[in-house]
């Protein structure tokens, strides 16, 4: 009883964290946005106040240590693919609950939640919330996902996502009225809130309103038939997946509850994004967030980024820059009346080497899978020479683990098989049966072809490129020929979980700054992405219909805990369970790290305000600039 007693009470409390309690005396005088004042005056759009909600999230950016904006202006930025508007998501990071400044989860969305012992997870809504086209947002929207959408085997035939099932069990989901949601299980799931929070979040809403239009429970037969043939798709549910799309942000039809909406339709070199009129962030001030009207977002081939941010070209710019481009950058600033910051990294690793355990070749295979050639690959890299050559000392040559941000930090764990040593890297090859050589000092392996090791790239990152050149001429000191082959992204991850892939070379693990709170599911062979067992991965997301099962002992010692983890009750038995996990990667060297810590150039604006100096670029957690709040930047003049 007391245990659920201190849960509830630390629910209140976060709720309370993340903004003001609002209430009816507490909401200041709302200030009526300019770029919306000519729809309020013709009447097509109410006023601020009808439009927030009644218990909106008040920001008071003077105890952020922020300045108080004003509303205008609009903010240039670049992507390099078509389909990456989707960041505009991730960037407006309005999530059911998100983590805040240090990395807490707080309610956004939600005006609060409650937390059961893991088990009974309480959604509260805030009244008077609405969708970007003023329909209100409900329990109707979680209903409608939950009964409509995520159980209908036309729609979702895999049925409801992994991370709601329990020891094999989904949740029974409740709805007590419009603004309550209730998530009930019979076993933990520590997962789920901090789910919710992710840079790609899973979505367990849906415009109902909207949607229902294209369902065959709601919808008029007659009209439906009509919208399947004008779209010239096969099924009402083809339909209703292709509209459905509230994470690639490319149906501008679609309502929204992010900060901006998209306003452009179709394929475009630009695409313009402009402020949610019910958005339900406001200041302690009283105007209604954003600050900024409209971002402009521009699709350019990856090699102009640097080149057209250097030119002045944007206001807010990390997506594609590297360190490489810093020096240019800072050339450029009086010119192009901007300020190049370097931020912190939050990836495990900046450049880290995968061999993939279950690559088809059955030779090469069973060598991947000796820890002791993946060690001695590991002792072969010079990372201090790379270092010097890519980051000016400014990186931290480490093998792949957490930051020393992570409670969980462990010296012994980062520097683990990662210290250059020519003389124990070739004992140790010896030692695992690659002791012949041929007349060029390649050694051979069993079968007798030449130890050429192909690692893939996504050809994206010259620092990669530069980086395995440097590995190249170690590794050839060992005898081990590195032939690097250039890939499309798509094409490399597809080659990687079909096994057809010897080694690849991506960032570490995309969370390398995990708190108490965090999941350790992804140390765990549970998904194909993680590129050093992908078949592993598969069979694990498929419940054995595909891939493989893990073979080796510590691989299966790393799934026991993960699950032990999701059933620990208390922070000391997560914490054991995190220790044991991370211990287990630093000595199996299933991704071979080369260095964090890695500054990151980001570009702003002299114009742009609020954007913090120091701060942390990291996928997760934190959705890139989404943890830094941009709809709290604004333009000074």
Known sequence: MFKTTRLLFLAVTM????????????????????????????????????????????????????????????????????????????????????????????????????????????????????????????????????????????LSPTGPPDFLRVEGELPTVTFPDETTIVYEWGAPNPNFLQTLAQARPPFIYRPAEFLKQYHEKFADKEQLAFAVEDARVKSWAALHNKLDNLYKFDNHELPTLQPWLNASSGKKIRHNFVRNPYYHRIDSHGVQLPYIDVVEMEIVAPGLVAAKTNAGETDLQGRGLDFRDASILKKGEAEGNYKTLLWKTGVASQIAIYPN??????????????????????????????????????????????????????????????????????????????????????????????????????????????????????????????????????????????????ASVWYGWDDGIPQMHTSPVYLAPTDQVFLAWPKWGQFHQTGGDAGEPPDLPEAARLMELSHTWENATTDSERQAVWEEMLKIHADQVYGIGILNSAPQPIVVSNRLKNVPEQAMWAWEPGAHFGVHRPDEFFFAD
């Not at 909106?56 to 609009?74: C, N, W, Y």
């Not at 998501?89 to 059911?96: I, N």
């Not at 690959?377 to 980051?391: E, F, V």
């Not at 010259?462 to 032939?483: F, M, P, S, Y």
């Open 15 to 154: 709720a309370l964290a993340s903004g003001l309690p609002a209430t009816a005396d507490t909401i200041p005088d709302l200030q009526e946005s300019t770029f919306w004042k000519a729809e309020v005056d013709s009447g097509n759009l109410p006023p601020v106040q009808d439009r927030i909600p009644k218990e909106p999230l008040i920001v008071d950016l003077s105890a952020k240590g922020r300045e108080f904006g004003k509303q205008g202006g609009t903010l240039r930025t670049m992507v390099t693919r078509s389909k990456d508007i989707r960041q505009m998501v991730v960037y407006g990071y309005a999530r059911l609950v998100g983590f805040d400044s240090n990395y807490e989860l707080v309610p956004d969305l939600l005006a609060s939640f409650e937390n059961e012992a893991d088990r009974k997870f309480t959604l509260r809504l805030r009244k008077g919330h609405k969708w970007s086209n003023g329909a209100p947002f409900t329990s109707e929207d979680f209903r409608y996902w939950w009964e409509d959408v995520a159980n209908n085997e036309l």
């Open 357 to 502: 355990l279950n690559y088809e070749d059955e030779v090469w295979r069973e060598v991947l899978r000796d820890a002791r050639v993946r060690r001695a690959l590991s002792l072969a890299i010079d990372r201090q020479t790379i270092n010097q050559a890519l980051y000016f000392k400014l990186a931290h040559p480490a093998a792949m683990s957490v930051l020393p941000a992570s409670p969980f930090y462990d010296e012994d764990n980062a520097q683990a098989w990662a210290q250059f040593d020519i003389d124990r890297a070739n004992s140790m090859l010896d030692e695992a049966g690659l002791n012949q050589r041929d007349k060029n000092g390649i050694r051979l392996l069993p079968d007798g072809r030449p130890m050429e090791l192909v690692i893939e790239t996504a050809g994206e990152r010259q620092e990669v490129e530069n980086a395995l050149q440097i590995v190249t001429d170690n590794w050839r000191e060992v005898g081990v020929k590195l032939v690097m082959r250039p890939l499309d992204r798509d094409i490399l991850r597809n080659r990687v979980f079909s096994g057809s892939t010897m």
